[in-house]
């Protein structure tokens, strides 16, 4: 009887914990002239909680049309989660200790043949993401090649730098190492990777 009370008050503030986040979060679409601090204080929320919703590297780049997570309250929204955590932790104490033994003899005597198999497993995954990786290095070489040939100090118009990026973007910092990390997200927030960038520039000649 005391095991059913555990596990029925597990599911239920699991269901409590994922009905709090989906009430909680609220998307928007930017427009023009929108700020994240402009959000934040709309959405009763902070900057940093939309900054970590969003990913994004920088708060104060945003782009018109990009959609946002905001509303949701870390604290609150990690309060259901903790309920949930000690709940799980009161049902893992009440699992029998005979099922407890037996999983630990199983995990001992697993087959070599299965550790084979997941070890083949995590080389052909990092394999995939190394090659996942040389194909963005090659895409964002690509661009770099036909905006400025390369070039940190390349100019045309309002237009500066290896990736061609306006001034605003840049903010004032010409610096090759700002350049790389604001046109990084810059891609990664219009675009989602340096091959769909170049996906679009061969079908629009811009990016």
């Not at 009370?5 to 002239?33: P, R």
């Not at 959609?67 to 309250?73: D, I, K, P």
């Not at 520039?201 to 990016?207: H, S």
Request: zero cysteines.
């Amino acid at each position: 009887m005391e095991m059913k009370k555990v596990v029925t008050g597990a599911a239920a503030l699991s269901g409590l914990a994922i009905f709090a986040q989906t009430a909680n979060a609220d998307e928007v679409v930017v427009q023009a002239g929108d700020t994240v601090s402009e959000l934040a204080l709309k959405y009763n929320t902070t900057i940093e909680a939309i900054q970590q919703a969003n990913k994004l590297q920088n708060p104060d780049l945003i782009f018109v049309g990009q959609r946002l997570e905001v509303g949701s309250n870390s604290a609150t929204a990690s309060q259901p989660q903790q309920q949930t955590q000690a709940t799980q932790s009161q049902a893992q104490v009440a699992q029998p200790a005979q099922q407890q033994t037996q999983q630990a003899q199983t995990q001992t005597t697993q087959p070599a043949q299965q550790q084979q198999s997941q070890q083949s497993q995590q080389q052909t995954q990092s394999t995939t993401t190394t090659s996942s990786s040389d194909a963005e290095a090659s895409a964002k070489a690509w661009i770099a090649n036909v905006e400025s040939g390369g070039s940190y100090t390349a100019q045309n118009g309002q237009y500066y730098g290896k990736y061609q990026l306006t001034s605003s973007y840049l903010g004032g910092d010409y610096s090759p190492a700002n350049q790389e990390r604001v046109a990084d997200n810059y891609v990664a927030n219009r675009y989602g990777s340096w091959q769909a960038a170049k996906s679009f520039w061969l079908a629009n000649g811009w990016y």
